[in-house]
């Protein structure tokens, strides 16, 4: 069982930075693909950024802004937050892919952690 905890949430003024980490620790494989997924509230959630072998996957909302990458010796995921826009409040969720791609969907993972939230002020 992979478990997943992501940390580095919080409050932060418009046009500040932020940077989410993601620890995995049981079963895990640094290879799989990783992503971001945020929720804010009454929407449903939505990939921000994925990681693959050699490839990274940014939504368009993010693109240019956010920087996603992973340590794999440490099982870690990142993603720094730049230039964050108070539209980006929401709960950030880090999981982890069943496969090797860059995972577009909802069910192209499997494993999730707890969500952190970010609250971005104007």
């Known amino acids: 069982q992979v478990q997943l905890v992501e940390s580095g949430g919080g409050l932060v003024q418009a046009g500040g930075s932020l940077r989410l980490s993601c620890a995995a620790s049981?079963?895990?494989?640094?290879?799989?693909?990783m992503g971001w997924f945020r929720q804010a509230p009454g929407k449903e959630r939505e990939l921000v950024a994925s990681?693959?072998?050699?490839?990274?996957y940014y939504a368009d909302f993010v693109q240019g802004r956010f920087t996603i990458s992973r340590a794999n010796a440490k099982n870690m995921l990142y993603l720094q937050m730049n230039n964050l826009k108070p539209e980006d409040t929401a709960t950030y969720f880090c999981a982890r892919g069943r496969g090797f791609d860059l995972g577009l969907h909802l069910s192209d993972y499997d494993f999730w952690g707890q969500g952190t939230q970010v609250t971005v002020s104007s």
């Open positions: 990681i693959g072998s050699g490839s990274t």
């Open positions: 049981g079963a895990a494989f640094s290879i799989n693909t």
